[in-house]
């Protein structure tokens, strides 16, 4: 299984509620990243778990509350949202946590949309 | 302040002939730099990757160039193939788990 997957593929979502974004991978990698995506720009990084424990946050406010149960699995959790948060999110994963080693795969993406 | 920069968004090619992609990057700390392709609704894909210590790497009709005193590396296709038509993203290895992205160049290859 060479692939990351990411569900749902795409949310819509109100201001006041509360959903969860998952992502998960079986290529064994021990990193793994959140990018957020906006229009006409380039992925945007959010947070990078490696071995499982929380490694960047890249001052992202607190609406989003990423969690790493296992190895294998990373989720985004939502709550209060506006709608410029609205974007695709974007699931990575690399095989040793250093970017600079290895090429991060990336998932197709969650199209987020906030009303 | 973008530490990484494409200038060209757009960038059209007649098929059989070849693809320059460029970008600029302003962090001389930056050692690996990669390229990615980005189809719409779907994720980047890896294309092609240099480490700083080389100045050119090969994969198939994929080539990159690093010119480490100009800060500037640049992607070549040749020949450009109808398939090739997607977003290209420069991107910088910063630190050790960080990806620095360019704004992206749209690619299309014309029969």
């Known amino acids: 299984d060479t692939e990351v997957t990411q569900t749902p593929k795409h949310l819509v979502m109100g201001m006041t509620n509360k959903k969860s974004l998952k992502c998960e991978q079986h290529m064994g990698h021990r990193a793994m990243y959140w990018y957020k995506q906006k229009a006409k720009k380039p992925p945007e990084l959010m947070f990078v778990?490696?071995?499982?424990?929380?490694?960047i946050n890249e001052s992202v406010p607190s609406r989003f509350s990423p969690e790493c149960p296992n190895s294998s699995l990373l989720n985004l959790h939502l709550h209060a949202l506006q709608p410029e948060d609205s974007a695709l999110y974007l699931c990575a994963s690399s095989p040793s946590g250093l970017a600079g080693v290895g090429e991060q795969f990336f998932g197709p993406g969650t199209r987020l949309t906030v009303l | 302040d973008q530490q990484v920069k494409q200038n060209s968004p757009s960038l059209s090619v007649q098929e059989g002939r070849i693809s320059i992609l460029n970008c600029d990057y302003t962090?001389?700390?930056?050692?690996?730099f990669l390229w990615y392709k980005k189809y719409p609704a779907e994720g980047p894909t890896f294309l092609i990757s240099i480490s700083s210590i080389k100045d050119k790497n090969e994969d198939g009709r994929f080539t990159v160039f690093l010119n480490k005193s100009a800060k500037h590396l640049s992607l070549h296709i040749v020949p450009s193939q109808p398939g090739d038509s997607a977003v290209y993203f420069c991107a910088a290895v910063e630190g050790a788990q960080k990806l620095v992205f360019g704004q992206g160049t749209r690619l299309t290859i014309n029969p």
């Open positions: 778990y490696s071995y499982e424990k929380l490694s």
């Open positions: 962090n001389s700390m930056f050692d690996y």
